[in-house]
């Protein structure tokens, strides 16, 4: 509910601005027609109301119901019942009747689509059978020069009004996209890039040390005894530690260290220009850091991590034989005791 509400005064507050330009200089396009015609002081003092005062009224109106999308568009309808209503007054001068009325017609096409139009022609036609029936059903078929310049702000300003109204959208649905983009990458409970996303950037790094000799270590880096965690203390827990373990990852890395959640407790680490022994040095403080992590309100828990390490070496032929060097150095890790850095045995992993 609050989310569509929320909608809907976006939809009024994008209306709200172009509503005042449009009727301000259309009530400017009628004058010109309605001058000549000898009219009574009500029709003009409701013009005067129509092209300046209706404009705010309508937007109290939107932002003030509990359905500010639905009032909107009634808004956008009473907008047509008065077009439809100058057009038949003024007698179908064509010039501005076919001005009014077409820049009415795309306003509903742009704020409801099809159904909007066709409600809004129904609207023109019961605003033209009022004016008709107050008034006569008149034709004028003249266009005086009066309603030339009288005309001109509408067909040049409101359709600039427009269009800046459409860039403006345009622009912050670009980010709305690019927002939703970044959010598909990243995982939800750590903050850090997921499995999928930090494999395509492992294929790019890959590729760029392959192209370029360049030097990289990647590190997979698993929660000694995780399923236990949440065995014991809920799964509540277990995610207290995972997000624990991002922070960390935050603050031991550089900013163009690539860090991501590899699987349930397992996390993965790119280290562009970095050799191997450096790489260790970082993991190791990290190890140490995160050995030392107590939780609040379970003072006895303790953490550690086995991490595995392997930097980029021109053997390899696809960026997945270098994950499997760095996932033989985790393993190696785990068997020799948990809770330690270990870097890939390249006579271990790739025997002549």
């Known amino acids: 509910m609050e989310n569509r509400r929320g909608k809907g005064l976006s939809f009024a507050r994008r209306i709200y601005k172009p509503r005042i330009i449009g009727l301000g200089i259309g009530s400017i396009s009628v004058v010109g027609a309605l001058?000549?015609?000898?009219m009574p002081a009500w029709v003009w003092a409701l013009l005067l109301f129509n092209g300046l005062a209706w404009a705010h009224v309508a937007y109290q109106l939107s932002t003030r119901s509990p359905f500010p999308y639905q009032a909107e568009q009634r808004n956008l309808l009473y907008d047509s019942l008065a077009g439809g209503f100058w057009a038949a007054t003024i007698q179908f001068s064509p010039l501005t009747t076919v001005t009014i009325l077409s820049m009415m017609a795309m306003n509903n096409v742009a704020a409801g689509g099809k159904r909007l139009f066709l409600l809004g022609l129904l609207a023109q036609a019961a605003g033209i059978a009022v004016a008709w029936g107050l008034f006569g059903v008149r034709f004028d078929s003249g266009v005086s020069l009066i309603e030339v310049y009288t005309c001109l702000p509408m067909l040049t300003l409101y359709p600039m009004a427009i269009g800046m109204v459409c860039y403006q959208l345009a622009i912050k649905l670009s980010d709305h996209k690019r927002?939703?983009?970044?959010?598909?990458?990243?995982?939800?409970?750590?903050?850090l890039l997921n499995?999928?996303?930090w494999k395509d950037l492992l294929n790019l790094k890959f590729h760029k040390c392959q192209q370029q000799q360049g030097q990289a270590t990647i590190a997979l880096i698993d929660i000694d005894h995780f399923k236990n965690i949440n065995d014991i203390h809920g799964h509540t827990v277990g995610d207290t530690v995972l997000r624990q373990l991002s922070h960390e990852l935050r603050q031991h890395l550089r900013e163009d260290d690539l860090a991501g959640r590899y699987g349930g407790d397992e996390f993965c680490v790119i280290l562009p220009r970095m050799p191997l022994e450096e790489a260790a040095q970082v993991m190791e403080r990290l190890r140490e850091t995160f050995g030392n992590y107590r939780h609040p309100q379970i003072p006895e828990l303790?953490?550690?991590l086995s991490i595995g390490l392997a930097d980029f070496h021109?053997?390899?032929d696809d960026a997945v034989a270098w994950l499997n060097a760095a996932d033989l150095a985790l393993y190696a890790a785990k068997d020799s005791g948990r809770d330690r850095v270990k870097t890939c045995d390249w006579i271990a992993a790739y025997p002549t």
Not at 35 to 38: A, E, I, R
Not at 179 to 191: F, N, P, V
């Open 35 to 38: 001058y000549p015609l000898s």
């Open 302 to 304: 303790r953490v550690s």
């Open 179 to 191: 927002a939703l983009s970044a959010l598909s990458r990243i995982d939800s409970l750590t903050g």
């Open 195 to 197: 499995h999928g996303s």
């Open 314 to 316: 021109p053997s390899f």
